[in-house]
């Protein structure tokens, strides 16, 4: 079965602090995977498509990057208003997607 | 301005009683999903639709209805026989039926509540 988990739950920086959220996936053959960001109450918004193992997208603060395993968000030097829950998903059939849980990234000024 | 609408923001419910959640867009996009938010779970996709007329079940689709009469709009039906009702419900929408040429955008959500 397609799965993806999404590690830690929840994480607190200073700002400035750099570190990686990481979501792992079990999918017999990826055709891709998104990122996407969601503030309390709102949808979600979409940040990146990685479709290939070492690929790399970039956006401000945010790096994606994939393996054949997994994918890592790194955030660099990160600032109060990237306090998000970040959502990462797998493409799964042709039409639908499977979200992890999401890691809850807190930054304190 | 183009984008995905969703109403209402905040939407209470008594038991037994049907209510409908609207979407709309006019990003003149092929494919629109619904999906259910719960805390501490990730989305989980209740119907979809990826041609005028046409729809097919998602993981949990048991006491959801939908139809998709014109290209713009996707309400959803949560009726009477869904046990579990109060969560946080998303529309997304994509240009490609194929997920893996499109990426999914998301409207704001409705907040259900079973009173």
């Known amino acids: 079965e397609d799965q993806v988990t999404q590690s830690p739950e929840a994480l607190r920086l200073q700002e400035g602090e750099s570190s990686s959220l990481n979501c792992s996936y079990t999918?017999?053959?990826?055709?891709?995977l998104f990122w996407y960001r969601q503030d309390p109450g709102k949808g979600p918004e979409f940040l990146f498509t990685?479709?290939?193992a070492g690929e790399e997208k970039e956006k401000e603060r945010l790096k994606a990057t994939l393996t054949k395993k997994e994918s890592f968000l790194h955030i660099t030097a990160p600032k109060p208003e990237d306090s998000a829950t970040y959502l990462c998903?797998?493409?799964?059939?042709?039409?639908?997607?499977?979200f992890g849980q999401g890691t809850r990234l807190t930054i304190n000024p | 301005d183009g984008g995905i609408t969703q109403s209402p923001k905040y939407l209470f419910r008594k038991e037994g009683q049907n209510v409908t959640l609207s979407c709309e867009q006019n990003?003149?996009?092929?494919?629109m999903y619904w999906y259910r938010q719960d805390p501490g779970q990730g989305l989980r996709l209740i119907y979809y639709?990826?041609?005028?007329?046409?729809?097919q079940k998602g993981d949990i689709a048991e006491g959801y209805s939908v139809s998709r009469e014109k290209k713009e709009s996707f309400p959803l039906t949560v009726t009477s026989a869904q046990k579990n009702p109060t969560a946080f419900y998303l529309c997304?929408?994509?240009?490609?039926?194929?997920?893996?040429?499109?990426?999914?955008?998301f409207g704001p959500g409705t907040r259900l509540t079973v009173l």
């Open positions: 990685l479709y290939s």
């Open positions: 990003l003149n996009h092929d494919a």
């Open positions: 639709s990826q041609i005028v007329n046409d729809f």
């Open positions: 998903a797998i493409i799964q059939g042709a039409q639908k997607l499977v």
């Open positions: 997304a929408s994509s240009f490609d039926r194929v997920a893996s040429r499109g990426t999914q955008y």
């Open positions: 999918v017999s053959g990826l055709r891709g």
